[in-house]
């Protein structure tokens, strides 16, 4: 696909699909150089709750027709038209102070696929990690297939003694309680690569208060 495709883009002068900040338009700007591309892409995808982003740079001949494209000074700005959805509404921003570098993407839309993914999450963040962090430890749903609730466990829980225990008696309880459709939770995480867990060995005590 040549140059002279551009003329199928779809621009969004008007109502752009994401806002971009004068920050972002410089840095497309400093990061292309002249006659090498047109413009940049960006793909969003979901990955473990949370949303993935890749910049790729837009040679004359990568131009896809089905992107929607914002003006950018004197490149382009494309978003991927299959993930176009997962950012609209965003605002792109590009930071650079001190040690913090890189872009800042505020995303509006839910980083989860399906409504029952959002509520047990929510309930992860709001009733089960309080009592976690009482221990340094944290746990995250990471995929939800069918009935069934994929987690993993992070900090004081990664590597614990009593990790399947705070599983079984703690979260296990609080999930079968808020969502009876659940069949099951398997705990994905890689207990051996734990660095700091909170009993290790022989040690026992109390599970977290859930």
């Known amino acids: 696909m040549k140059a002279t495709t551009q003329t199928a883009e779809r621009v969004l002068p008007d109502a752009p699909l994401v806002t971009l900040t004068e920050r972002a338009i410089a840095k497309?700007?400093?990061?292309?150089?002249?006659?090498?591309?047109?413009?940049?892409?960006?793909?969003?995808?979901?990955?473990?709750?949370s949303f993935t982003y890749k910049f790729d740079v837009v040679a004359p001949d990568q131009i896809d027709p089905r992107d929607p494209v914002l003006p950018c000074g004197r490149w382009r700005f494309y978003v991927d038209h299959a993930s176009a959805d997962l950012v609209r509404g965003s605002e792109i921003d590009y930071v650079s102070s001190g040690f913090t570098q890189g872009w800042v993407i505020d995303n509006p839309n839910p980083a989860w696929d399906s409504e029952l993914a959002r509520r047990i999450a929510a309930v992860f963040d709001q009733r089960i990690n309080p009592g976690l962090a009482q221990h340094g430890g944290k746990v995250a749903l990471v995929d939800l297939k069918d009935t069934v609730a994929y987690v993993e466990m992070s900090g004081g829980c990664q590597g614990c003694s009593m990790a399947t225990k705070t599983l079984r008696n703690g979260i296990m309880r609080v999930l079968a309680d808020e969502f009876p459709e659940l069949t099951g939770v398997v705990d994905t995480t890689d207990h051996s690569g734990g660095a700091n867990p909170y009993f290790t060995g022989d040690r026992q005590g109390d599970s977290p208060a859930l």
């Open 28 to 49: 497309v700007h400093s990061a292309l150089t002249e006659g090498a591309s047109v413009g940049v892409r960006l793909t969003v995808g979901r990955e473990k709750g």
